[in-house]
């Protein structure tokens, strides 16, 4: 290699890219015309593009044109401050360099700086020059004769050179010469820096596009994940048929995800085996309904009872050429254990991004959610089965026994009645008290049993009882009196006191009066029941917008919010709350409330500190012009 040698201090200093180093720090006052025009034109060029490899060409090529010289070339130096020929204009028979690298170890040292400060480097005779034997070599191979070179300085650092051989004699480089190369030089170190800085804007714009790209690609998975997931959360609320679920969760994800296989597999209640419930794929064979023995696999199903996700490349025994696989298993888990897993496939070539695995992950949560959800939904469906069962069968019994008991209770009663005729023919008025008191309670116990009887078979014959009705209008003022007279005597015997509301100038209205006589016989006898000594029972009738409402309230007693939902029950009985003992069987105010909806209206109660309400609101035809 040629040894640049600049720490000589002769004014000779040897060079390979020139040969005296010499200091043109005068310009000239006045420049030729051609020059000026082929400064301007190459600066006008450098403007208008930003193809640099064109700008240098052109320069090289009318450098060579107007300095009248066999070769002009452009040196571009690599990171390793090794340098190529990157650009020529030869004339024949001048031979070519192009594309000639040459490299020098000592050109950092000895020659970087002067270069980068802009010193020209001048030979007019290379015979005559004192060069390094390297150096010497090298110019005599390429045949040069004179030598002239300009650095090329980009972006303050050292780019190239700009070079002019004369080849056919030495040649007194003139000062205007050196101008003009030096002129050019700046120029190319401009385009340089340009296309280089056109080069990072094309980079960056290729950046950001690609960025632009990913992230619209993540966004349009992230809507697609979005969707898939919502269609699994509303398939769970809309359906609680889990095969149909499942199979749903499969083929979305195996589509939206385009992979090759994803299947369920679900446990068995002890964990020994998991079985495909269902897959979606587009290879053979199709899996569905095999089993997997846990045992088999207890490193695996060891890792996923931590309820984390795998995944992990292994042979496919799926594919008949035992080929490579990549494979994702989410577990699907609740808060009360592992309930089966979510498998994944794909070429061994492509795996499951984190975008995807935290997709699967979610839509494994929703598959739990939807498992349990089924489950229990088919639990309840058992149950409520078993329930209506067992009510049927309740009441079948009920309608026996209260057919059963309908014969004998009659019978009592004839007998009753029979044997009270008898004892009024015979004795007249000369029965003793307690013989009379006798006779009422065992008169009064047949009316009750057989009052039960009838509760019971209506309770049972409900549906019937409304063929039965027989609607007429019907005056209050007139018939709640006739509703309650029985109840004062009971009354007053236990320190009641009794009101009756009614409102005045009370329209008419039509129902089923012997309907209404029963249910309000219900609430006042409840009424009697539950009212302590001192207290006041108020009946209450007033009109509305479309009908009647009745209430009956009685002060004294509060029902606790918990019994007030299940009062209306069949056979339930607030307990404790019979201050006189009568007993009963609960199905009262279950009655009540089967009657009024009957009539199309509605009973609710409202019970306070001290004070409770039943109120009934039928809508019913009214007038007051009958």
């Known amino acids: 290699m040629p040894d640049f ?3 000589q201090r002769s004014e000779q200093a040897p060079s390979f890219y020139g040969g005296v180093i010499s200091d043109h720090n005068s310009v000239p006052t006045s420049l ?76 950092a040292d000895k020659h970087l700086e002067r270069y980068k400060q802009g010193r020209v480097h001048i030979i007019n005779d290379v015979s005559t020059a004192e060069l390094t034997p390297c150096y010497g070599e090298v110019l005599k191979n390429f045949g040069v004769r004179a030598n002239l070179v300009v650095p090329i300085v980009a972006s303050e650092e050292l780019w190239g050179l700009l070079i002019a051989h004369h080849c056919d004699s030495p040649r007194q480089w003139q000062a205007s010469e050196v101008e003009l190369l030096k002129q050019l030089a700046t120029q190319v170190g401009i385009a340089v820096q340009q296309a280089e800085l ?54 979305e994800i195996g589509q939206i995800l ?189 009316h009750r049993q057989n009052q039960l009887v009838n509760d019971l078979l209506t309770l049972c014959y409900i549906d019937a009882e409304k063929e039965l009705m027989t609607m007429q209008w019907i005056d209050l003022s007139v018939c709640l009196p006739q509703i ?29 009066i012997s309907t209404i006589k029963r249910t309000l016989a219900e609430l006042l006898n409840n009424a009697c029941k539950y009212t302590p000594s001192g207290e006041t029972i108020t009946v209450t009738a007033s009109s509305t917008n479309n009908g009647i409402k009745l209430s009956v309230c009685n002060t004294g007693i509060e029902i606790p919010p918990l019994e007030q939902q299940r009062v209306f029950d069949k056979f339930y009985r607030i307990p404790n709350r019979d201050p006189w003992k009568f007993g009963g069987t609960g199905i009262g105010l279950a009655l009540v409330k089967n009657l009024i909806q009957l009539l199309n209206g509605t009973i609710y109660l409202n019970s306070q500190p001290g004070k409770t309400i039943f109120t009934i609101e039928l809508p019913c035809e009214t007038t007051k012009d009958l």
């Open 5 to 7: 040698n600049l720490d």
């Open 32 to 107: 030729s015309q051609p020059k000026e025009n082929l400064v301007a034109a190459i600066a006008l060029r450098i403007r208008q593009s930003l193809d640099l490899e064109s700008i240098l060409k052109q320069t090289v090529a009318e450098v060579r044109q107007f300095l009248q010289t066999d070769r002009v070339l452009i040196y571009r130096f690599e990171p390793d401050l090794s340098g190529v020929i990157a650009v020529e204009s030869v004339r024949k028979p001048a031979q070519s360099v192009y594309g000639h690298k040459i490299e020098d170890p000592c050109f």
């Open 198 to 251: 056109y080069d990072r804007v094309k980079s960056l714009n290729s950046y950001l596009e690609q960025k632009v790209k990913q992230r619209t690609a993540k966004l349009q998975n992230s809507i697609k994940f979005e969707t898939l997931t919502r269609k699994v959360t509303q398939k769970i609320r809309d359906s609680l048929d889990e095969p149909q679920i499942l199979q749903t969760v499969t083929q």
């Open 258 to 446: 385009n992979i090759e296989r994803c299947k369920i597999e679900l446990y068995n209640g002890d964990r020994h085996h998991a079985e495909v419930v269902c897959e979606y794929t587009t290879t053979l064979p199709n899996c569905q309904g095999s089993i997997r023995q846990v045992a088999d696999f207890p490193e695996l199903d060891q890792q996923l009872l931590q309820k984390e996700s795998l995944q992990f490349v292994e042979i496919s025994e799926l594919n008949p050429l035992n080929t490579q696989a990549t494979r994702l298993v989410c577990p699907i888990f609740d808060d009360r254990g592992i309930l089966g897993n979510l498998w994944l496939l794909r070429p061994k070539e492509q795996f499951f991004q984190s975008s995807e695995i935290m997709l699967v992950e979610q839509v494994a949560n929703q598959c739990a959610i939807a498992i349990r959800q089924a489950r229990l939904y088919q639990q309840s469906q058992i149950q409520v089965k078993e329930l209506a069962r067992l009510n049927f069968l309740k009441d079948d019994f009920l309608k026996t026994i209260s057919h059963e008991l309908r014969t004998p209770m009659s019978s009592i009663q004839l007998a009753s009645e029979t044997l009270e005729a008898l004892l009024e023919k015979e004795m007249g008025d000369h029965r003793s008290a307690t013989f009379t008191k006798v006779l009422n309670i065992f008169r009064s116990a047949c």
């Open 484 to 512: 309650v007279a029985p109840f004062k005597e009971r009354i007053n015997n236990q320190q009641q006191a009794l009101i009756i509301d009614l409102e005045s100038h009370l329209p008419r209205f039509k129902s089923d």
